[in-house]
């Protein structure tokens, strides 16, 4: 059995605190524990689509007692006159990392131009620096077998234009954080957003997104970061956006977007149509449609993704960060549309207000589907 408590909403709420200034639409977010507190980061903008008053605001909290009732502290505010996104934590070396990702202001445009680095080193986070000049996207740093590595994604500035190319998954690494460079060419081809959780054989896990021009739904994968060749997929006609894969004692989690319509699927076989119109017609069927956002559970025999149970959500919703209790349990933060109005379709919740709000989520005795 899984259960899934709805702990509060924490932005517009308890977390917007003294020095914060929150806009209508807030979503893209991270959350980790350091130094006993609990930091959370998040995009706050006027709508969902690009605008040049996006701003990362930082905020902290005692980590024990409730999240809710906590007295949050503003740390700090990234505004670049730019559109801000894909903020990132990693504790690594003692000092707390924050990545974030500058983009254009077209509200219509996809158009990522550098990677900014805070860093915490315990008496407050300095000045940006720019990381990497590239439209390279940094989706989900780790800390795999004592190395530190970043899962990214590239050509993601052709991904939407009226000839997009196939991007790549690539993983880079660092030894300070700072300096990134490739461990070995890209692990997948035609992949975007990448997450992968490390098993006990030192293998990874993961999932990674396809949104065309080639292939559409996602790609499960399982290989090693030294061994290239070893690598092996199964695809899948669902898109799970936002993916955030994760170990919960034996078991591989993934936090994801769940498409409410034909059972999921993103990719409907439509191969008679040209990939350029076929990529337009998923893309607005899957606009049109209501979303949640969900817990699912990994196989890494079989490759494929279990649907435990989904998260309170509605609307533009499904960026989740994930702070572990224990083995069995831990807290969600997560952005949705307001949970107390209607439910729309994607497309509609991303032009309205979206709130932060925060889950507790304990496993059952059973893996893979014991909800």
Known sequence: MIDVGLLGQLVPGPAVTDGVRCLAANNNLDVTRWKDRVWLAWRTAPTHFASADARIEVVSAPASGSLVEAAWRHETTLALGADLRECRFVVWNGRLL??????????????????????????????????????TVPWRPRVIDGRLVFFVYTGADKLYSPRPEPTTVEVWTSEDGIGWTPMHP???????????????????????????????????LRGRLDKLGSWTERHD????????????????????????????????????????????????????????????????????????????????????????????????????????????????GQLRPTVIVASDISLGDDSLGDS
């Open 98 to 135: 924050l990545y974030a990702m500058e983009l254009g202001t077209h509200p219509l445009r996809f158009e990522p131009r550098r990677t900014h680095l805070l860093i915490n080193d315990g008496a407050g986070f300095g000045s940006p620096q720019v990381v990497w000049e590239s439209a």
């Open 186 to 220: 890209a692990i997948h081809h035609g992949g975007t957003e990448f997450d992968a959780a490390e098993l006990d054989d030192g293998s990874l896990l993961g999932v990674t997104r396809l949104e065309g021009p080639r292939h559409w739904g996602s790609s499960i």
């Open 237 to 348: 006609d669902r898109k799970f956006d936002s993916p955030n894969v994760f170990r919960a004692g034996d078991r591989v989690l993934m936090l994801a977007r769940r498409h409410t319509r034909s059972g999921g699927a993103f990719d409907r076989g439509w191969s008679w149509m040209a990939p350029s119109l076929r990529t337009r017609a998923y893309q607005g069927v899957y606009s049109a449609t209501r979303k949640r956002s969900a817990l699912w559970e990994l196989d890494p025999d079989r490759l494929d993704a279990t649907w435990l149970a989904d998260l309170p959500s509605r609307g533009d919703t499904s960026f989740g960060a994930v702070l572990p209790r224990d083995d069995r349990s831990f807290t969600v933060f997560d952005y949705t549309s307001p949970l107390d109005g209607p439910d729309p379709s994607w497309i509609r």
